[in-house]
């Protein structure tokens, strides 16, 4: 099965960077996605990792690494909008685990003037 | 635009009632999802389907059941509502994720739909 941790909540000023972790413990999956959601709104997604490194997009950044079961989201330059929680996940690909699009306990990000 | 859309955004129910949530996509995705999401548990997955008429379980299935007679609709069945199923309740759909074409597996979610049962 999958295990994923990452931290409850992060608090950041206007324009700093943030960094979420998520470690996991999970036996195969096929790559790591991270979710936004507002309060009161749906998730969305925001990135995908199917090989180790680093992907970019625009202010956010996201990095696999699967030999250490770690991965991260970055944010920088954070604004005031970035404040919601943020949600790492991996689609399991064991017989069991297949096509599940396992989720972590969120972390909520609180950015402050 | 894409769209996921659940029946209703808020409901109250009683204990035992029995509960339809509704979820609708015009994407012509294969997959869809119920997750339900409680504060402090993210989202946990309740049933999911990779076609018509096929289910499978997620993580908590106990209480649910599911139905998917068309494509584009998947319903969750709470037989006999109880108060620990108060909760957001969240639909999503994807394409079927096949390895090596750049699919990221990219789910999107319904506004979702709040229960509380009494």
């Known amino acids: 099965g999958q295990s994923l941790e990452q931290p409850s909540e992060v608090t950041a000023v206007e324009g700093a960077i943030v960094q979420i972790n998520c470690t996991y413990q999970?036996?195969?999956?096929?790559?790591l996605s991270w979710y936004q959601q507002h309060d009161g709104g749906a998730p969305t997604f925001l990135s995908y990792?199917?090989?180790?490194g680093l992907e970019e997009t625009g202010r956010f950044s996201s990095f696999l690494s699967r030999s250490d079961s770690y991965g991260y989201l970055l944010l920088q330059e954070l604004q005031m909008k970035d404040s919601a929680s943020y949600f790492c996940?991996?689609?399991?690909?064991?017989?069991?685990?297949?096509?599940?699009?396992?989720f972590g306990a969120g972390t909520q990000v609180v950015v402050t003037p | 635009d894409v769209k996921v859309t659940q029946s209703s955004r808020y409901l109250v129910k009683r204990t035992g009632e029995k509960v339809f949530l509704e979820c609708v996509q015009d994407?012509?995705?294969?997959?869809m999802f119920w997750y339900r999401q409680d504060p402090g548990l993210g989202l946990r997955l309740i049933y999911f389907?990779?076609?018509?008429?096929?289910?499978e379980k997620g993580d908590i299935p106990e209480g649910y059941s599911v139905s998917r007679e068309k494509k584009e609709r998947f319903s969750l069945i709470l037989e006999s509502a109880s108060t620990n199923q108060t909760s957001m309740y969240l639909c999503?759909?994807?394409?079927?994720?096949?390895?090596?074409?750049?699919?990221?597996?990219?789910?999107?979610f319904g506004e979702g739909s709040r229960l509380t049962v009494l």
């Open positions: 996940a991996v689609r399991g690909m064991t017989t069991d685990s297949w096509g599940k699009l396992q």
């Open positions: 990792n199917g090989l180790d």
């Open positions: 999503a759909s994807s394409l079927n994720l096949r390895v090596g074409t750049g699919n990221t597996g990219e789910l999107f």
């Open positions: 994407m012509d995705h294969e997959n």
């Open positions: 389907s990779y076609d018509v008429k096929m289910k």
């Open positions: 999970t036996s195969g999956f096929y790559g």
